[in-house]
C-alpha cells in the first residue's frame, strides 16, 4: 500500500490503485448527512485508535486523515491519507471488530459521522452505495493482511499451539503478523521487550503492548470482537441451531432469520468453511466475472446479521441431546442451548496425504488452504498443488500469480475427470502452470520446510526430485461428524443420512408418532436436518450447498407446523395450504414455492438424481 508522501509540508493523498479507497459522489454524501452529523476537526484529532471498536461511519468533507500502523510504537508506519470525498475503515467496522489501525487528522477539516447501525440501514437500502463500502473495505482487509498489520503471533514454526493460532487467524481472515521463534531476528528483542520466556510462547502481541500467553482461539476471538460466546455462558433457546457457519450454514442463517425464526448460527473455526479458501469461483450464478470465496462469505455473513441471526465464531458443539421435543445441544467449553430444530451444515475437512515426513511440514510448508496469507509465504519460489478436482484447480491458478512455477499433481490421467472445462482451459493455457498427470508424491526433502518432493508415475514406477518450496493439498474431503456417531445415522463414510436412507436406519416407533416419514435433507431425528457437504449423496458445489441451506429452512417450517411429509387423503390433497400463499407468514420467501411441495413422493428419485451427479469437484 502507497505511503504517505510530504511535499512542501503538505500531505499527499494515497493514489487508489487497488479500487480499495474510492470517493464517494456529492449526493452519496448528501444522503449521509441526513443520517449522521458534520463534525469539526482540529489538526492531530485521533479519530479511531488500534485495537479499540469503532462505533461510526466517518466520511472526510474537508481536510486530510493519515492513517497509520502501530502509532506511537517501533514498527509505525503510514498505511494510507485521505482526502475529501473519502470514508475511513475497513471490514471489521461492519463487523463490530476491533480497528486494526489508527486514523489521525493530518490537516484540520470537517468530517461527516453516521452511527454504523444507521450506515448499515442505508447501505441497506441503496445496493450501489452498499457495494462500493463492501467492496473497498474488503480491498482494505486484504491490504491490511498483504503488509502484515494487525497482531502479532511470535511462536516457533514446530509448535502445534503456534499452528492453531496461525490457522484461526488465517481462516478468519483476520490482518496478523508471523514472527518465527527459529527464524525471525526481531523474535529475541520481542522475548526481551516483553519478558517473555521461550517456553511461554506462542503468545499474541496486540495494539503493541498486551500480550496474550498462548490464547485458546476463543480467547484471541474476544480480544478482536469476533462474537465468541463467553466461558460456559447459555445461549438460551433458539427457533433454529445451525451448526457450521459454510455456504450451507450461512443460507439457512439467512432464510431463518429472515423467515421470522430466532436464529444462531455457530462454527467451530470461522464463517466459510473451504469455500471460504477458495481464491476465485467463477462458475456461481450472477457473478459473471468470478468472485472470490472470501468476498462471497462476508457478504453473506453481513446478509445474516442485516436480518437478526446471531453468530458465534468459535464455538464448537460436542453433543446433540433430544428433550421434549426439541433439542439440548453442548459445547466443547461446557455452554449450552436448546432449539427447537437443528441444521446440520458442518461441512468437511480436506483429507491429509499419507507421505511419510509430512505431517511436520504441516503449517510450515505444507497447506490445506490457498489463501493470501499461504500465498505470502511462498513468492518467488516454486510450488506443488496435488488434487485434480476444482479447489486444486482454483488453487493453482492462484498460486501462479506469486510463484515462480506451480506443478499440478494429479493421480488420474485426465484433468477433465474431476475438474470444470472452464478451470481446465486456464490451467493448461497458464504458462506458469505444469500439469503432471499419473503422478503421486512419495516423499519430502527438507528439515525445517520442505525442499523438494519425490514424485512416482503409477503407470511406469519412475520416481523423480521435483523442487518445490510449498505444497497444497486438495485430495477429498472427510466430514465434521464424529461427535453424532451413535447420535444419528451416517453412511459409512461419517456422512448424514437423510430422507429415505434415513428412513430404512429411523426408530420406526418415533415416526409414526408424528404420522410422517423423514422429509427429504431430514435425519433419523425429527427436526434435525442435514445441509451441504456434510450431507450424505449431496452435491459437492457451493450453490448446491446454498440451495440446500435455505431449502432446510423450509423444512423446518413443516416441521413446525407439523405437516412434514404425511400421507395425505384425497380431501387434504386440495386443501389450501395455510401459511404458502401471498404474504402468509414464514416460508414464503424467494425460492420457498407455494405449497407443500416437498412431500414424500420422489423422494428416492430425487435422492437417487443427486447421487449420479459427479461428487468431488470442489467449491467451484
Request: net charge neutral; glycine share 12%; charged share 25%.
Amino acid at each position: 500500500m502507497s505511503a504517505a508522501e510530504h511535499e512542501h509540508g503538505a500531505v499527499r493523498e494515497t493514489p487508489d490503485r487497488y479500487g480499495a479507497f474510492p470517493r464517494l459522489t456529492p449526493e452519496q454524501l448528501e444522503e449521509l448527512t441526513r443520517h449522521g452529523e458534520r463534525r469539526r476537526t482540529a489538526e492531530g484529532e485521533v479519530l479511531y485508535r488500534e485495537g479499540r471498536p469503532i462505533r461510526e461511519f466517518l466520511a472526510i468533507l474537508s481536510g486530510t486523515v493519515e492513517i497509520l500502523h502501530d502509532q506511537g510504537g517501533p514498527d509505525e508506519r503510514t498505511v494510507a491519507v485521505h482526502g475529501p470525498g473519502r470514508f475511513l475503515g475497513e471490514l471489521g467496522l461492519l463487523e463490530g471488530q476491533a480497528a486494526f489501525d489508527t486514523a489521525v487528522m493530518r490537516q484540520a477539516g470537517e468530517i461527516l459521522a453516521v452511527p454504523v447501525e444507521r450506515q448499515r440501514t442505508l447501505v441497506g437500502r441503496d445496493p450501489v452505495l452498499g457495494d462500493l463500502i463492501l467492496r473497498a473495505y474488503l480491498g482494505r482487509r486484504y491490504l491490511l493482511i498483504g503488509i502484515g498489520a494487525g497482531f502479532r503471533i511470535l511462536g516457533s514454526c514446530y509448535s502445534p499451539d503456534t499452528l492453531r493460532l496461525r490457522e484461526f487467524a488465517a481462516r478468519n481472515r483476520l490482518p496478523h503478523r508471523w514472527v518465527d521463534l527459529e527464524k525471525d531476528k526481531e523474535a529475541e528483542a520481542l522475548l526481551r521487550r516483553f519478558a517473555i520466556r521461550p517456553e511461554e510462547t506462542p503468545v499474541v502481541l496486540w495494539k503493541g503492548d498486551r500480550v496474550l500467553r498462548n490464547p485458546s482461539n476463543a480467547e484471541l476471538a474476544r480480544i478482536i470482537g469476533l462474537p465468541a460466546p463467553a466461558p460456559s455462558s447459555d445461549a438460551g433457546r433458539c427457533d433454529v441451531l445451525v451448526v457450521g457457519a459454510g455456504p450451507a450454514g450461512l443460507a439457512a442463517s439467512v432464510y431463518g432469520a429472515s423467515d421470522g425464526l430466532t436464529t444462531v448460527t455457530v462454527d467451530a473455526v470461522a464463517t466459510g468453511g473451504q469455500a471460504a479458501t477458495s481464491s476465485r469461483i467463477e462458475n456461481y450464478l450472477g457473478f459473471p466475472s468470478g468472485i472470490s470465496g472470501g468476498e462471497l462469505i462476508e457478504r453473506a455473513v453481513l446478509q445474516a446479521h442485516k436480518f437478526g441471526a446471531r453468530l458465534m465464531v468459535p464455538a464448537q458443539v460436542n453433543g446433540l441431546t433430544p428433550q421434549d421435543d426439541e433439542y439440548a445441544v453442548t459445547f466443547t467449553d461446557g455452554s449450552r442451548a436448546r432449539a427447537g430444530a437443528v441444521v446440520l451444515a458442518s461441512g468437511v475437512w480436506y483429507r491429509r496425504l499419507e507421505v511419510p515426513g509430512l505431517d511436520r511440514l504441516e503449517g510450515v510448508s505444507v497447506y490445506y488452504a490457498a489463501t493470501v496469507h499461504e500465498a505470502s509465504l511462498c513468492q518467488a519460489d516454486p510450488v506443488a498443488v496435488v488434487g485434480g478436482g476444482n479447489s486444486a484447480g482454483q488453487a493453482a491458478l492462484f498460486l501462479a500469480n506469486h510463484a515462480s512455477r506451480v506443478h499440478l499433481l494429479v493421480r488420474g490421467g485426465d484433468l477433465h475427470a474431476d475438474m470444470s472445462r472452464y478451470l481446465v482451459d486456464q490451467v493448461e493455457q497458464h504458462p506458469k502452470i505444469e500439469v503432471l498427470l499419473h503422478t503421486e508424491v512419495r516423499g519430502v526433502r527438507g528439515e525445517e520446510k520442505l525442499e523438494s518432493l519425490t514424485v512416482e508415475d503409477n503407470t511406469s514406477g519412475a520416481r523423480r526430485e521435483l523442487q518445490a518450496a510449498a505444497l497444497f493439498v486438495f485430495i477429498g474431503a472427510r466430514p465434521h461428524t464424529e461427535w453424532l456417531r451413535g447420535v444419528l445415522a451416517l453412511d459409512e463414510k461419517g456422512f448424514v443420512l437423510t430422507g429415505a436412507d434415513a428412513q430404512a436406519l429411523a426408530d420406526a416407533s418415533v415416526w409414526a408418532s408424528l404420522g410422517r416419514d423423514p422429509m427429504l435433507l431430514e435425519t433419523t431425528l425429527p427436526g434435525v436436518f442435514a445441509a451441504g457437504d456434510v450431507r450424505s449423496g449431496s452435491v459437492k458445489r457451493v450453490a448446491s450447498a446454498t440451495g440446500e441451506g435455505a431449502m432446510a429452512i423450509r423444512l423446518v417450517h413443516e416441521h413446525r407446523e407439523g405437516r412434514g411429509n404425511r400421507v395425505v387423503t384425497g380431501s387434504e390433497e386440495h386443501q389450501p395450504d395455510p401459511g404458502n400463499g401471498p404474504g402468509n407468514g414464514p416460508g414464503n420467501g424467494p425460492g420457498n414455492g407455494a405449497g407443500n411441495s416437498l412431500k414424500r413422493r420422489g423422494t428416492r428419485g430425487q435422492e437417487t438424481a443427486a447421487r449420479l451427479a459427479r461428487p468431488g469437484r470442489g467449491s467451484g
